[in-house]
């Protein structure tokens, strides 16, 4: 699992996943509305990632993929990764992908992500660079935690740079410059 101290990954690892039971579990109150106080086999439930995870391990549970990987957003993201709304989806999108990956047994998701990632991340830093303060908010209500992180650190470096730019001048000349050799004739 990842950083325990971390507060993203507690987020990341708090997004809910469908799970099938493979076996039966008494004393669980997953359901408040059933009348039995346990889970059947073959049952159908959400689960945080982090329980389900856990569950998966000791093989009592199977993952599906979460629908925020479905094969719909595949295609919305290889068309134009740009537009999509990453962050209605999963505001955890690439570390959540990283981290259910090798348990749902999906062999395309790490290049997947790294693609879609890719994409996205050429036009963060272009509108990180060149937005306005109204334009940024806009911006930053479709990226997911990850690429807001860079917009960020790409705004500051740039405010750094401008900072730096206008603070003295740009080329000093060196003192050694400035005199002659002697000549050897």
């Known amino acids: 699992m990842g950083n325990y101290y971390d507060i993203d990954d507690i987020l990341a690892e708090d997004e809910l996943v469908s799970v ?8 669980v109150g997953i359901d408040p509305s059933a009348e039995a106080y346990g889970v059947e086999p073959g049952s159908k439930v959400k ?21 925020c990987f479905n094969q719909q957003t595949r295609l919305e993201l290889g068309a134009d990764g740009k537009a999509v709304d990453l962050r209605s989806r999963c505001l955890y999108f690439y570390e959540f992908g990283c981290k259910i990956a090798p348990l749902v047994g999906d062999r395309d998701m790490g290049s ?16 990180a660079h060149s937005a306005a303060y109204t334009a940024a908010s806009k911006i930053l209500t ?41 000549s050897t004739d």
Not at 20 to 27: D, E, M, S, T, Y
Not at 62 to 67: G, I, V, W
């Open 112 to 127: 997947f992500l790294l693609s879609a990632f890719r994409n996205r991340y050429q036009e963060v830093l272009a509108k």
């Open 20 to 27: 099938i039971f493979q076996k039966g579990a008494n004393g």
């Open 47 to 67: 689960l945080p990632f982090w329980l389900a995870h856990e569950l998966h391990v000791r093989q009592v549970v199977t993952m599906k993929l979460p629908a």
């Open 142 to 182: 479709l990226l997911t935690k990850e690429e807001i992180n860079l917009y960020e650190a790409a705004q500051s470096s740039m405010a750094a740079f401008k900072k730096w730019r206008m603070g003295g001048p740009r080329l000093q000349r060196a003192s050694v410059l400035g005199r002659k050799r002697k």
